[in-house]
């Protein structure tokens, strides 16, 4: 089974900034990607940058990277130059893949961070 | 690229009623999964389809919910009778072909059991 881990319920960060959110899972698998989805107040679920664990480099979207530490089971989401647009919850989540199988899990989500940009 | 599409965007209903919500996925996607994400958490999948079949309802309350993908496109999530509970957000996602492909999401149909 995954767990997925975000320890940070809110954070502030001032516009222009970088911010940094915290995700930190767990699993068995020997394969496995890692998502950050974005959900603004709306409601809807917006995906912003994936990873996967082979992946030799970390994954960049625009202001968005993964900060990717495999040994450490982190997958932290950096958002460069902050905008105000940026306030919304942000989810971690991951899928694995079974070793025996090599069928899919579900798309496990962390609690989430809800992030305020001020002026 | 249209992206998933869900009506109604909002539903308020008496417990003990029924409710049906309509997904249509992203063009060419064969996964289509539904989520139920209560106030607070992290969406939690209700079940997912491969074209037309089930891959996975081992979390669906089966004695209320239903869902249906009768022609590998559109999907319908009905819950009858509806219970406090089920208040929450039910998104829809789709995907390529599942595994670990990206999951995109609909804007979501916020229930409110009253």
């Known amino acids: 089974a995954q767990k997925i881990t975000q320890t940070q319920p809110g954070m502030f960060v001032q516009e222009k900034e970088a911010v940094t959110l915290d995700c930190t899972y767990d699993?068995?698998?020997?394969?496995?990607?890692l998502f950050w989805y974005k959900q603004p107040s709306s409601g809807e679920m917006i995906f912003l940058i994936y990873?996967?664990?082979?992946?030799?480099q970390n994954a960049t979207e625009g202001r968005y990277s993964l900060n990717f530490q495999k040994a450490r089971k982190s997958a932290n989401l950096v958002i460069s130059a902050s905008q105000l647009g940026d306030s919304a919850m942000y989810f971690c989540?991951?899928?694995?893949?079974?070793?025996?199988?090599?069928?899919?899990?579900?798309?496990?989500f962390g609690t989430g961070t809800r992030l305020q940009v001020t002026l | 690229e249209a992206g998933v599409a869900q009506s109604p965007r909002y539903k308020i209903i008496e417990k003990r009623q029924s409710v049906a919500f309509w997904c249509n996925p992203i063009?060419?996607?064969?996964?289509l999964y539904w989520y139920q994400q209560i106030l607070g958490q992290g969406p939690k999948l209700l079940i997912q389809?491969?074209?037309?079949?089930?891959?996975?309802d081992s979390q669906l309350p089966k004695d209320r919910f239903s869902a249906e993908r009768l022609k590998g496109v559109d999907s319908t999530l009905k819950i009858q009778p509806a219970k406090l509970e089920d208040s929450a957000v039910y998104l829809c996602?789709?995907?390529?072909?599942?595994?670990?492909?990206?999951?995109?999401f609909g804007p979501g149909t916020r229930l409110l059991v009253l």
């Open positions: 996602a789709s995907s390529l072909d599942g595994g670990l492909g990206t999951q995109y």
């Open positions: 389809f491969q074209n037309n079949g089930v891959v996975d």
């Open positions: 989540a991951m899928i694995g893949v079974f070793r025996w199988t090599g069928t899919a899990s579900k798309l496990t």
């Open positions: 699993t068995s698998d020997p394969s496995y990607g």
């Open positions: 990873q996967g664990s082979y992946d030799q």
């Open positions: 063009s060419g996607h064969a996964t």
